[in-house]
């Protein structure tokens, strides 16, 4: 079988999923799906089924919370609440990440 | 997720699966409808939902494997799954998990009596440091009291120091006796060994003074059947050999001496022996070998240590207790004893020297029958996933990863072997049992603690993991290896030659390893056969013994002969006796009399080949024992009322003592002390009869009057061959024997009785041997059956085109038996050489056969071709009723 394209790092998917419901409040699956590919202007290109592992590896971290509701098409979808735990979560992420873009863009000049 | 949902979903794993599969439903139906408003038709975009979704079968399974808890779910969903199967197809499962059964149990029982036996250190503290003293040699471990006393007194270099002999103590005053095992030990046995009372007192090493007073320590189990529990035995008197004496102490029943196998009731103090016995060589008999002595090294304290303090005490001590009595040259050498010590952390015990040999064969012998049982099952399972190969295919192409199906199998067959050992387990209990059973004999019951310990479980989880890996991970690695596409383009039939091919190659294996066990079977049963059919000289049938106790009477040397010669009379008088005997010791009884003959004319080689043993016998004796005599006369009435020092000697000993010339009317001498015997005049000649153990050949023999050089102990045995019951026959003498004197005690046993408890191991080797043997076969049989049943279901068409091209049912027949008969024979010509290699083991516990004996092999190479052909009869005979229109319309 083939690698899927546009694969993103995993820890990212973390990172983008907890920045998503910080910003946008509660969210199911789809609409954080939607959201996370609208607000990187389309360049990043989640294979959409790899959300939900995220989500459950996630919960059963405590870094959110899921609740069942309903779509706007009247579908059953477990919202998403970030939680106490997942905001300090994001801010360990958010630190993350900027100390390896700034590595890897020292690199990128340097080199 | 709370801890409250992760332990619902431990439980309900199903749940994550349902709430994940809806959270994917709703994902594709939200993209589908946006696809749809975007203009796309709802085909289309239901195909690219999917499509950017991925792969959703995957992504369920990575979502499952989150963490230890789902992966703990997914076992058990595994579990469940495997559950189902199994009862699915519940011939197959039984099948399996009884062999197993078998198989680990057969294992486990085995395992916990070398575990009792072999492996297990003492219940003591710290059994590690302990050091068994010798002479020199591991085996060379018994010692005199005297010279105990001497490395007692000279053992302040080692933290402990203490010694042990066996006792067995008759409990009855007069009449049958009523024995008890006895121990007799030094002071500081048990503060050494970290031994303590459960009630009263036991000894100390302060207590440990010549001629002390007569106390006995009894076990808890002794105290329980005795003397009325553990609470009221302190205080109790018991009767050891007639002398009453004070019960101070019940010992930990933890603890049970330091030969393993040997149930000890009362211990004594050693320093007592004067008051308990009446043979004054206990203590002070610088020839009297009856003691073990054991070491406790200071802390920090190295073996080489030890041993060079031992080699500097070694000459004090043998210097200070050379045997008055003993030729100078016999001096000579003793003040050249040596004194050294082992690791002894298990005690030093006769059952395991006895035993270990075979224990080391039994287990080979039951790790070889559970490997033909997992071939069996391995074959079963790889039939299984033939047919399985299409669910396979289709759970991989709907996404499962590899790694789960083989999880899911593996999961099948370690429940398998899980519920065979579980089973095996309950099942070696029962067999152990039964096995120690079989290893006690009427005058030495064997006690080994039999509770199954951590090692025992964990042998048996290790083995019923092993087996389950073993016959499981063949047929798991072939379904991983299923290509998907091609499984589901060849329908049913497919890899079918791989899996004969494989099936094959375990049928061989099976073949190889059942010959090998037939051949050691036969080997054993050989030997036990040839043991109970040998002529050993006397007739083993029909004869009472009775072992008469004068001790505690008084009597000695000749008013004891008198008075026995009296009793002996009465017996004969006794209604159904056909002839009676007295004599000093019986054929086959434990224990001997030997010494160094001088006979002007003969030169021994070296001092062994001047050895002979010698009996006490009244007239009669061999008479009542079928023992014929070949020249000369008998031992009359008049030799012994007489004391004459006249001797009948054994064919063995007249052949080798005396040679071509006639011996009646020569003489022989014995040593005593510096000076020689009287001599003793050759009077006759009789057949040779097995001594003291029945495989080894009649030594030179000597048969004296009884009184003759003297009796040791104040003890005969009274042979009785009788047309009456015994029953009747043991009150008779019991109420003669009292009449005689009320002091005398008896022990009864018979001749037949005492011959077969001497061949306890070979009996229980034969017994086993020949039942794992025939195990072995039925489950290669089974194993060919199987796979030859298999061989013409899948070649059902191709044997329709051969009839229907003329081939004749005979033929065909002959097709399928040939093919099983290639099997057998290669696995038979494997097998020959598995046994020419593995019985080697065998050979220190054959008796008139050889390990490679030429008639066994060739015997059970044909049993099993014989198996062999009868376990490819059916599947050929079902092979020539294969109708050739049906299998081609078919195929």
């Known amino acids: 079988m083939t690698a899927p394209r546009n694969d993103i790092l995993q820890g990212t998917l973390a990172l983008l999923i907890l920045q998503t419901l910080s910003a946008r409040g509660p969210l199911h699956g789809y609409a954080l799906t939607q959201q996370i590919q609208r607000g990187s202007a389309e360049l990043l290109r989640v294979e959409e089924g790899s959300v939900y592992p995220a989500l459950h590896r996630m919960a059963q971290a405590g870094w959110i919370k899921g609740k069942w509701g309903m779509t706007e098409r009247n579908r059953p979808a477990r919202v998403y609440v970030l939680t106490a735990l997942g905001a300090a979560q994001l801010e360990v992420e958010r630190e993350n990440w900027a100390r390896l873009t700034r590595g890897v863009n020292r690199v990128l000049r340097l080199a | 997720m709370s801890w409250i949902d992760r332990v619902t979903n431990l439980l309900r794993p199903e749940r994550l699966s349902r709430d994940l599969d809806v959270e994917i439903d709703t994902h594709l139906g939200e993209r589908t409808d ?133 006792e067995q103590f008759n409990l009855a005053n007069g009449g049958a006796v009523d024995f008890a095992q006895g121990l007799m030990v030094s002071g500081g046995f048990f503060d050494a060994l970290g031994v303590r009372p459960i009630a009263g007192r036991l000894t100390h090493a302060s207590d440990d003074v010549r001629g002390c007073t007569p106390m006995a320590m009894v076990s808890a189990g002794f105290a329980e059947r005795r003397l009325g529990g553990t609470a009221g035995a302190v205080g109790r008197t018991v009767a050891l050999d007639g002398h009453p004496v004070e019960v101070i102490g019940v010992v930990d029943p933890r603890f049970s001496g330091l030969d393993v196998g040997r149930r000890v009731d009362i211990y004594a103090p050693l320093c007592a022996y004067g008051a308990l016995s009446s043979d004054p060589g206990m203590l002070d008999g610088r020839s009297t070998w009856y003691l073990n002595i054991m070491l406790r090294p200071n802390a920090g304290m190295a073996l080489p240590a030890v041993n060079a303090q031992l080699a500097q005490l070694a000459p004090i001590v043998y210097r200070t207790t050379v045997p008055g009595d003993w030729a100078a040259t016999g001096r000579h050498s003793y003040l050249q004893g040596k004194l050294s010590a082992t690791p002894s952390p298990a005690g030093v015990s006769d059952l395991r020297d006895n035993y270990r040999a075979a224990l080391t064969v039994l287990m080979i012998v039951v790790g070889a029958l559970l490997l033909i049982a997992c ?94 890996v073993l016959f499981g991970l063949l047929p798991a690695w072939r379904a991983a290896r299923t290509d998907p596409q091609s499984a589901m383009k060849a329908g049913g039939a497919v890899r079918g030659a791989m899996r004969r091919g494989l099936g094959r190659v375990l049928v061989t294996g099976q073949v190889a390893l059942s010959l090998a066990l037939v051949v050691s079977a036969g080997l054993l049963l050989g030997s036990f056969e040839r043991l109970v059919t040998l002529d050993p000289g006397f007739q083993r049938d029909g004869i009472l013994l009775t072992v008469l106790d004068f001790t505690p009477t008084g009597l000695k040397d000749h008013a004891l002969v008198t008075v026995s010669a009296q009793l002996l009379q009465q017996v004969r008088q006794l209604p159904g006796v056909s002839s009676a005997s007295l004599s000093w010791t019986t054929p086959i009884a434990r224990g001997g009399w030997n010494d160094f003959v001088r006979i002007p004319g003969y030169r021994p080689v070296d001092m062994r080949d001047s050895l002979a043993n010698f009996n006490q016998v009244s007239d009669g004796y061999f008479h009542t024992l079928g023992t014929p005599l070949l020249a000369g006369r008998d031992i009359s009435g008049d030799d012994v009322a007489g004391n004459r020092s006249v001797v009948v000697i054994n064919r063995t000993m007249a052949m080798k003592m005396f040679g071509s010339a006639s011996p009646l009317g020569r003489t022989f001498t014995t040593p005593a002390g510096d000076s020689a015997s009287p001599p003793r005049d050759v009077i006759g000649v009789v057949g040779d009869a097995k001594y003291s153990r029945l495989t080894q050949p009649a030594p030179p023999t000597g048969y004296f009057p009884v009184g003759i050089g003297g009796l040791g102990n104040s003890t005969l045995t009274l042979e009785v061959r009788s047309t009456r019951p015994f029953a009747g026959m043991i009150r008779d003498i019991t109420r003669l024997a009292a009449s005689t004197s009320p002091a005398i005690t008896l022990r009864f046993t018979t001749l037949a009785q005492q011959v077969s408890d001497s061949l306890t191991r070979p009996r229980l080797l034969a017994a086993l041997g020949g039942f794992f043997g025939l195990l072995a076969l039925l489950l290669a049989m089974i194993g060919l059956y199987g796979t030859m049943a298999y061989h013409v279901t899948r070649r059902r068409s191709e044997i329709g085109l051969r009839m229907a091209l003329g081939a004749g049912r005979l033929r065909v027949m002959r097709t399928v038996v040939g093919e099983a008969n290639r099997i057998v024979l290669i696995g038979v010509v494997l097998g020959i050489a598995l046994a020419l290699m593995g019985t080697r083991v065998l050979a220190s516990l054959l008796y008139g056969v050889t390990a490679t004996d030429t008639g066994t092999v060739l015997g059970s190479a044909v049993l099993l071709l014989i198996t062999g052909a009868i376990a490819a009869a059916i599947p050929a005979w079902r092979a020539t009723r294969v109708d050739p229109v049906q299998a081609l319309r078919e195929g």
């Open chain 2, 375 to 468: 071939a069996n099952i391995a074959n079963l399972l790889l039939a299984r996933a033939t047919a399985r190969q299409r669910e396979m295919a289709i759970r991989l192409a709907i996404g499962a990863a590899r790694r789960r199906l083989v999880r899911q199998l593996l999961t099948e067959s370690l429940l398998l072997a899980g519920t065979g050992a579980v089973i095996g387990v309950i099942f070696a209990r029962w067999a152990s049992r039964l096995l120690m059973g079989f290893l006690s004999t009427q005058d030495q019951p064997v006690a080994v603690d039999l509770s199954i310990n951590a090692r025992v479980l964990g042998f048996t989880i290790a083995i019923a993991t092993v087996t389950g």
């Open chain 2, 34 to 166: 946006d696809l749809v408003a975007a203009g796309m038709s709802p085909l289309a975009a239901r195909a690219e939902a999917r499509r950017r979704f991925g792969n959703r079968g995957r992504k369920k399974e990575s979502a499952h494997d989150v963490d230890t808890l789902a992966w703990l779910e997914s076992v058990a969903a595994d579990l469940r799954y495997a559950v189902r199967t199994l009862r699915n197809s519940p011939g197959f499962t039984a099948v399996a998990v009884l062999s197993l059964a078998l198989g680990v149990g057969a294992n486990t029982a085995i395992f916990s009596l070398v575990d009792a036996i072999t492996l297990r250190s003492l219940p003591v503290s710290h059994p590690e440091q302990l050091l068994q003293l010798d002479q020199g040699k591991p085996n060379n471990n018994v010692f005199t009291n005297p010279l105990w006393e001497a490395v007692r007194d000279r053992s302040a270099g080692f933290t402990s120091a203490f010694a042990y002999g066996d």
